[in-house]
Structure formats: structure tokens, C-alpha cells
T-cell receptor, first 114, second 118 residues
Framework: DGGITQSPKYLFRKEGQNVTLSCEQN?????MYWYRQDPGQGLRLIYY???????QKGDIAEGYSVSREKKESFPLTVTSAQKNPTAFYLC?????????????FGSGTRLTVV | AQKVTQAQTEISVVEKEDVTLDCVYE???????LFWYKQPPSGELVFLIR??????QNEISGRYSWNFQKSTSSFNFTITASQVVDSAVYFC???????????????FGQGTILTVHP
């Protein structure tokens, strides 16, 4: 079955460490996105990519980095510069073209700073 | 800039009651898409409906119905005869229907936590 796989499901980070969240899709979607979810704030866009080797900052990109070397993969690195990284992170993908069919979301990664 | 407002932070109902979740949006785009997603405790977002700004017809799907009113920039969601399994966080979202770098970016509301008690 096609879908998006995020790993790990739970991740613990020590202060000052970089961590990388994985996102893989087998839907042949062109666009991929990373969202952050905090209680009471909905989902906020961190980064997005519409094609391989290209990506743009979203609304809260500071302290995060991404890469898009393959169409299927869009990993997110939470750097030590992100002062409050504890949150739920959701990856999504969408198809592009003449139609627009919405997003498919992964099951998320819950990151906790210890 | 786009904005989505879900004024109801939490709603609590008893099973079999009807419940309406409100969504108000702001956009300068003339064409756009509106969405509703459900987030159960497992965390994954489940797609419920997508509505094109050209189509103001209301829609009913089983116990779910949606009322889109462009004149008031609202896209409300009603669950009829609610069930315990409807308990989740519900998000309204907005996306432009345009080319360029804005294509496909979703703007979410803050979410409404719905609890249905047996």
C-alpha cells in the first residue's frame, strides 16, 4: 500500500544535540512538507519542497534544516539552534499538476528534549 | 496572508447529540481549497473533505455534513448523532489554488478538541 512512513515514532534529544527525523513516501508525489504541532496552536509549516534538490522555508524554519536528494525522501534535522524543539512533527506529501488532490500525512514523530 | 480561525478550542457532548464545528477563514486569493481533517489519539491526520471555492454546495456524507458560505468566509462541519469514536481533534485548513511558490501550502486552524461522552 502506498503511503508515508515517518520514523522514529518517539525521539528523545539531549540539549545541544542535532537529530534527524525521517520521512519516506511511495506515492510518487512531487511535493513534500514538514509541519510542527504544539498544543493549542494547530500545525505550522516548517519547510516544503516541490521538486528534488529544491526546498523553501515555511513559517517557522529557524533551527531546522532539510534536504531533498530523492523524490521519495524528505528528512528534517532539528538543530541545536532550535530552542524549543519538543513537539509533534508531521510529514506530508501531495501531488501537483492540473489537479489538486490534497495531502497525505504520515503518522508523526514525537520529539522530546531531555 | 491566509488565516484560519477555529474559535472553539474544546467541545464536549453526550453521545447522539449533534455538534457543529466552526471554521472562519481569511484569504486574498480568488480561488482556493478548504479542508477538514480529523486527528485521532494516534496522531495521524485523516482527510475528511476538500471543497473548491467555486463550489458552494453543501455536502453530506453519512453522519457528516459541511456548510460552505463564501459570503461569510465560513466552512462549518456538523456531526449528526455523534458517537464516542468521533472524539478527536478536528482541523480546518486552507490552501491557495495558484501556481508559483504558494502552490499546495496548507494553513491550519488551531484545531477543536471534540469529546463525545457515552
Amino acid at each position: 500500500d502506498g503511503g508515508i512512513t515517518q520514523s522514529p515514532k518517539y525521539l528523545f534529544r539531549k540539549e545541544g544535540q542535532n537529530v534527524t527525523l525521517s520521512c519516506e513516501q511511495n506515492l510518487n508525489h512531487d511535493a513534500m512538507y514538514w509541519y510542527r504541532q504544539d498544543p493549542g496552536q494547530g500545525l505550522r509549516l516548517i519547510y516544503y519542497s516541490q521538486i528534488v534538490n529544491d526546498f523553501q522555508k515555511g513559517d517557522i524554519a529557524e533551527g531546522y534544516s532539510v534536504s531533498r536528494e530523492k523524490k521519495e525522501s524528505f528528512p528534517l534535522t532539528v538543530t541545536s539552534a532550535q530552542k524549543n524543539p519538543t513537539a509533534f512533527y508531521l510529514c506530508a506529501s501531495s501531488s501537483q499538476g492540473t489537479g489538486y488532490y490534497g495531502y497525505t500525512f504520515g503518522s508523526g514523530t514525537r520529539l522530546t528534549v531531555v | 496572508a491566509q488565516k484560519v480561525t477555529q474559535a472553539q478550542t474544546e467541545i464536549s457532548v453526550v453521545e447522539k447529540e449533534d455538534v457543529t464545528l466552526d471554521c472562519v477563514y481569511e484569504t486574498r486569493d480568488t480561488t482556493y481549497y478548504l479542508f477538514w481533517y480529523k486527528q485521532p489519539p494516534s496522531g495521524e491526520l485523516v482527510f475528511l473533505i476538500r471543497r473548491n471555492s467555486f463550489d458552494e454546495q453543501n455536502e453530506i456524507s453519512g453522519r457528516y455534513s459541511w456548510n460552505f458560505q463564501k459570503s461569510t468566509s465560513s466552512f462549518n462541519f456538523t456531526i449528526t448523532a455523534s458517537q464516542v469514536v468521533d472524539s478527536a481533534v478536528y482541523f480546518c485548513a486552507l490552501s491557495p489554488n495558484a501556481g508559483g511558490t504558494s502552490y499546495g501550502k496548507l494553513t491550519f486552524g488551531q484545531g477543536t478538541i471534540l469529546t463525545v461522552h457515552p
